[in-house]
């Protein structure tokens, strides 16, 4: 009669240890930070350039040619599109490193 024991075939098999992955995103913490930034003025700027219309359409409205819709809501939504700019172009010194140090 066979022994009770396992193949040696069985013996050899070596379980994979599941280990926790690190992931590598393609942009780092201060990229986020600074898409938010640019998100949260480019939100301003939107609001500042809305609103100030008329009830009556047969009456004239001077707010809509205010400094605020004229000069500093498109500014600000300029500089919003700038910050997101570098939000995705800025790369970090650790990237850099070839070695990934």
Not at 40 to 45: D, E, T
């Amino acid at each position: 009669m066979a022994k009770n024991t396992p193949s040696t075939k069985a013996t050899h098999i070596v379980k994979k240890v599941a280990t926790p992955q690190e992931y590598d995103f393609v942009m780092g913490k201060i990229n986020y930070i600074l898409m938010v930034i640019g998100l949260v003025v480019l939100f301003v700027g939107y609001i500042l350039l809305s609103g100030g219309g008329s009830d009556d359409p047969n009456s004239f409205n001077p707010a809509m040619f205010d400094a605020q819709r004229l000069y500093v809501a498109p500014i600000m939504i300029m500089i919003g599109f700038v910050i997101e700019i570098v939000a995705i172009m800025y790369r970090s010194k650790k990237h850099d490193d070839p070695a990934g140090k």
